[in-house]
C-alpha cells in the first residue's frame, strides 16, 4: 500500500489494485506545486470526497472529466456535481459500503459543516460531512475528513477496527494536535498515524510535534512531505 499526501487533506491510496484520490484539492492550494498535479492523479479510479468545501471538493469536476475516475460522496453533494457540474459522480451516505474494485469503502460520521463555497452566490447546502474506513490489503484506513472529537469513534473503532489513521489535526477547524493525539489513546489502536489539515494556512498547526508527544510510543507517526510517498 502507498499513501501520497497531496497537502491540506489531499490523498492518493493506492491499495489492492486501486487508486484512490481524497479530497484531491490544486487550485490555490498554497503547499501543493503545481507541476505535480498530473503526476498526482495519474491513473485514479475514485475520487472520495469528505465534504462539499472548496479545499476539499473544488478541483473534482476537473480531476473526473481528466481520469475518468467516478466521483463517491454523500448523496446531495454528488447529486449536485452529477446535474451541475455534469460528473459522473454516485452517492451513498452515512452506514453504507462501496466497492472500487476489492477495496470496501465505509462511509462513518464526521463534525463538522458541508457546503458548496466555490461557485457565485449563497453556499449550497452539500449534505452531510463524512469520513471514511477504506478497507483492503489487510488494514483498514480510518481517514476522519473534517472533524471534532467524536463519542462516535467509540463505536467505529469497535466495529471497523482500523489499524492506519488519516487525522485532520490542525485545529481552527478541526481537531488540534492534542486532541488527535487523545482519540488515539481513548478509541482507537492504530499501528501508523498521517496527520492531515495543518501546514497549510498560519491558522493551523505549522508541526505535527504536539501529536508526537502525545500518542503512544507503538504507533509509529509519519509526517511526509507534500508528494512524499508512505509505504506501509
Known sequence: MKITWLGHS???????????????????????????R?????????????????????DAPAVAAQ?????????ELAGW???????????FSQGGTIHVGDV??????????SSIDWEDGPAIAAGREAGFMI????????????TGVMADMEWMAEYH???IGILCAGGHYTMDMAQAAFVCRKYFNFRNVIPCHYRTFPAL??????LRRGIDPHIILHTPEVMETVTI
Open 10 to 36: 489531499g490523498f492518493r491510496i493506492e491499495i489492492d489494485g486501486q487508486v484512490l484520490l481524497v479530497d484531491p484539492w490544486f487550485t490555490g492550494n498554497p503547499v501543493f506545486p503545481a507541476a505535480r
Open 38 to 58: 498530473d503526476e498526482a492523479i495519474a491513473g485514479a479510479d475514485a475520487i472520495l470526497l469528505t465534504h462539499g468545501h472548496s479545499d476539499h471538493a473544488l
Open 67 to 75: 481520469t475518468g475516475a467516478k466521483v463517491w460522496a454523500i448523496h
Open 81 to 91: 456535481l452529477a446535474s451541475v457540474k455534469g460528473v459522473d459522480a454516485t452517492g
Open 104 to 113: 470496501a469503502v465505509s462511509m462513518v460520521p464526521a463534525c463538522h459543516s
Open 135 to 146: 478497507a483492503g490489503e489487510g488494514h483498514t484506513i480510518y481517514v476522519t475528513g473534517d
Open 161 to 163: 477496527k482500523p489499524d
Open 205 to 210: 498547526a505549522q508541526n505535527a510535534d504536539e
